[in-house]
Structures are given as structure tokens and as C-alpha cells.
């Protein structure tokens, strides 16, 4: 019988502690959950489709190289006509 006895405190301790963490791991998932939730208004605001986020990125990311070889060749010609005037 004392045997029972200690396996049922064990078993309650047990209980106890998983009660516990199921309750920790309610309040992060509704923390993350919520997290989610800003970050997609946000997106929204901004004026984006979260679900198109990739082709937003895309589309940035190629006018950004499109500028940086505008930019590269800006330079490039202005370096040379200084080159010129220097030589002239």
C-alpha cells in the first residue's frame, strides 16, 4: 500500500509539472501567435500582400541591382570626363 501511495504522489508531481509547462506553452504560442498577427498587419500597412511577400522582394531586389548599375556607370562616366579634364 505505501507503495501505491508514493507512485500516486509521484504520478500527481508529475501531472503537476506538465500542467505547468502546457501552460507555459499556451502563453508563448499566444504570444507568437500574436507576434504573427503584428507582423502581418504591418506587412499590410505597408502596403504588401504577406503572401506575396516573395515576389515583393524579388521585384525590389532586381530595380535595387537595376540602380546599382545605373549608379556604377554614372560614376564610371564622371570619373572619366574628370580624367579628361585633368589630362587636358
Not at 504522489?9 to 501552460?23: A, F
Not at 498587419?41 to 524579388?58: C, H, N, Q, S, T
Amino acid at each position: 500500500m505505501k507503495d501505491q501511495i508514493e507512485r500516486f504522489k509521484e504520478l500527481s508531481d508529475t501531472l503537476k509539472g506538465l500542467s505547468e509547462k502546457k501552460i507555459r506553452l499556451e502563453e508563448q504560442y499566444k504570444s507568437k501567435k500574436q507576434a504573427l498577427s503584428d507582423l502581418v498587419k504591418e506587412i499590410r500597412d505597408a502596403g504588401y500582400d504577406p503572401r506575396k511577400l516573395g515576389d515583393v522582394i524579388k521585384e525590389k531586389e532586381e530595380s535595387l541591382t537595376k540602380d546599382i548599375k545605373s549608379f556604377e556607370e554614372n560614376l564610371q562616366e564622371v570619373s572619366s570626363k574628370l580624367a579628361e579634364i585633368e589630362g587636358a
